[in-house]
């Protein structure tokens, strides 16, 4: 019973926290109403049975969820030119390379192989925009926001996991109290051909696939490791990536490792550790059942002022922000090329059609290799050495 409840909490937890981040991210790359619920309950569902399937294939408490750092580069990259199909597009490049990672360890080393430094950097420069979206919403719409800011530091203060759920409960009733009736049945499942448009593809795609690798799928790994769990990990990435292949044409933008909301069902608080991968396939089953209320999320998303969704959906990011800022700068001789990396995504310009996420991995890695070889080079023979 313990395991159940345990799984049962990671589900709301996970959902209530982030699927403000999904809508709004989904809503940004060109998705309506419809498109935007579809894709929540798409990733939802495939989530679920991702997760449900992996915990009883290997008896381990294998949390599955979507991308949220991915969302949140689906924010700050906006809609492409192509529209939202072109998104789609860009959804399916990335679940076929998680599929490719799984099964061609090398490019899976390829990918471990981007410094943190510069993988952190280019995180927190996706997350930052949105992370400040609370201090404008509180600017902007103190009504409505400050109360919200208030209840997230003080839930925060006795039970972090429930901060933004309560941040959360708090925005919902606000809005209904003073904006439009809200009305949401189920959400349809909505097919959005996919084009595949070369901008989208590198812009989106590739920065989508590397931020849900780095941000979601490798710190996964660790948070088992920590609890004593080792899965393997390639068939993991294979059963992810085709899940995210799947749910893309029905708005779905990336599956992956449960990264947060992992220690939930991996911690003490899911049992005997035999027992906790009970945890896992509860929380799979919560997902994918919580995804049924993904048109009555939307109609809430859609009826409230755009800044405080951004704020409570900030608020969930904040703890990202931090992680990934102190993966900048751990490397103290990586932090020029951070710092390069950070600037360039934060900046949210485009060039060539491609986004600042793109061009922010760029600048970074070839800083880090322009110091690199700078290092390698000797310099003139001392004193001492002659």
Same mark, same amino acid.
């Given at each position: 019973?313990?395991?159940?409840?345990?799984?049962?909490?990671?589900?709301?937890?996970?959902?209530?926290?982030?699927?403000?981040?999904?809508?709004?991210?989904?809503?940004?790359?060109?998705?309506?109403?419809?498109?935007?619920?579809?894709?929540?309950?798409?990733?939802?569902?495939?989530?679920?049975?991702?997760?449900?399937?992996?915990?009883?294939?290997?008896?381990?408490?294998?949390?599955?969820?979507?991308?949220?750092?991915?969302?949140?580069?689906?924010?700050?990259?906006?809609?492409?030119?192509?529209?939202?199909?072109?998104?789609?597009?860009?959804?399916?490049?990335?679940?076929?390379?998680? =599929?490719?990672?799984? *099964? @061609?360890? $090398?490019?899976?080393?390829? #990918? %471990?192989?981007? /410094?943190?430094? +510069?993988? &952190? !950097?280019?995180?927190?420069?996706?997350?930052?925009?949105?992370?400040?979206?609370?201090?404008?919403?509180?600017?902007?719409?103190?009504?409505?926001?400050?109360?919200?800011?208030?209840?997230?530091?003080?839930?925060?203060?006795?039970?972090?996991?429930?901060? =933004?759920?309560?941040? *959360? @409960?708090? $925005?919902?009733?606000?809005? #209904? %109290?003073?904006? /439009?009736?809200? +009305?949401? &049945? !189920?959400?349809?499942?909505?097919?959005?051909?996919?084009?595949?448009?070369?901008?989208?593809?590198?812009?989106?795609?590739?920065?989508?696939?590397?931020?849900?690798?780095?941000?979601?799928?490798?710190?996964?790994?660790?948070?088992?490791?920590?609890?004593?769990?080792?899965?393997? *990990?390639?068939?993991?990435?294979?059963?992810?990536?085709?899940?995210?292949?799947?749910?893309?044409?029905?708005?779905?933008?990336?599956?992956?490792?449960?990264?947060?909301?992992?220690?939930?069902?991996?911690?003490?608080?899911?049992?005997?550790?035999?027992?906790?991968?009970?945890?896992?396939?509860?929380?799979?089953?919560?997902?994918?059942?919580?995804?049924?209320?993904?048109?009555?999320?939307?109609?809430?998303?859609?009826?409230?002022?755009?800044?405080?969704?951004?704020?409570?959906?900030?608020?969930?990011?904040?703890?990202?922000?931090?992680?990934?800022?102190?993966?900048?700068?751990?490397?103290?001789?990586?932090?020029?090329?951070?710092?390069?990396?950070?600037?360039?995504?934060?900046?949210?310009?485009?060039?060539?059609?491609?986004?600042?996420?793109?061009?922010?991995?760029?600048?970074?890695?070839?800083?880090?290799?322009?110091?690199?070889?700078?290092?390698?080079?000797?310099?003139?023979?001392?004193?001492?050495?002659?």
């Amino acid at each position: 019973m313990q395991a159940v409840l345990a799984g049962i909490v990671a589900a709301l937890v996970g959902f209530a926290g982030a699927f403000t981040v999904v809508l709004t991210g989904l809503r940004a790359a060109g998705a309506d109403e419809a498109q935007a619920a579809s894709g929540l309950l798409a990733v939802c569902v495939a989530s679920g049975i991702v997760a449900v399937v992996l915990g009883l294939r290997y008896r381990m408490p294998i949390s599955i969820a979507w991308s949220t750092p991915g969302a949140a580069l689906l924010i700050s990259a906006g809609t492409p030119d192509g529209g939202f199909p072109a998104a789609v597009g860009a959804f399916l490049l990335c679940g076929v390379l998680i =599929v490719v990672a799984g *099964l @061609v360890p $090398a490019l899976a080393r390829l #990918v %471990a192989a981007i /410094p943190p430094h +510069v993988a &952190g !950097a280019m995180l927190a420069g996706v997350l930052l925009p949105l992370c400040l979206a609370p201090v404008r919403a509180v600017a902007e719409v103190p009504l409505l926001a400050a109360p919200v800011v208030v209840v997230w530091v003080l839930v925060g203060r006795f039970a972090r996991a429930w901060a =933004v759920p309560g941040a *959360l @409960v708090v $925005a919902v009733g606000l809005i #209904v %109290a003073t904006g /439009p009736t809200v +009305v949401g &049945g !189920a959400p349809a499942v909505v097919w959005t051909p996919p084009t595949f448009d070369l901008p989208a593809l590198v812009g989106i795609g590739l920065p989508l696939f590397l931020v849900t690798m780095a941000s979601q799928n490798v710190p996964g790994m660790a948070v088992l490791a920590q609890f004593g769990y080792r899965p393997p *990990l390639r068939p993991i990435l294979a059963a992810t990536g085709v899940a995210t292949v799947a749910g893309a044409p029905f708005g779905g933008h990336a599956v992956n490792l449960a990264a947060i909301s992992a220690a939930l069902a991996a911690g003490p608080e899911a049992g005997a550790p035999e027992r906790r991968w009970i945890a896992s396939v509860t929380n799979g089953v919560g997902l994918a059942v919580l995804g049924l209320g993904a048109g009555l999320a939307t109609a809430v998303v859609v009826a409230s002022p755009p800044v405080l969704i951004e704020a409570v959906a900030g608020l969930a990011l904040l703890g990202a922000l931090a992680s990934s800022l102190a993966a900048a700068v751990a490397d103290v001789d990586g932090r020029e090329a951070a710092a390069v990396t950070f600037v360039v995504t934060a900046a949210g310009v485009a060039f060539l059609g491609l986004g600042s996420a793109f061009w922010g991995l760029l600048a970074g890695a070839a800083m880090t290799l322009l110091h690199r070889r700078r290092a390698a080079v000797p310099g003139p023979p001392t004193a001492s050495g002659r």
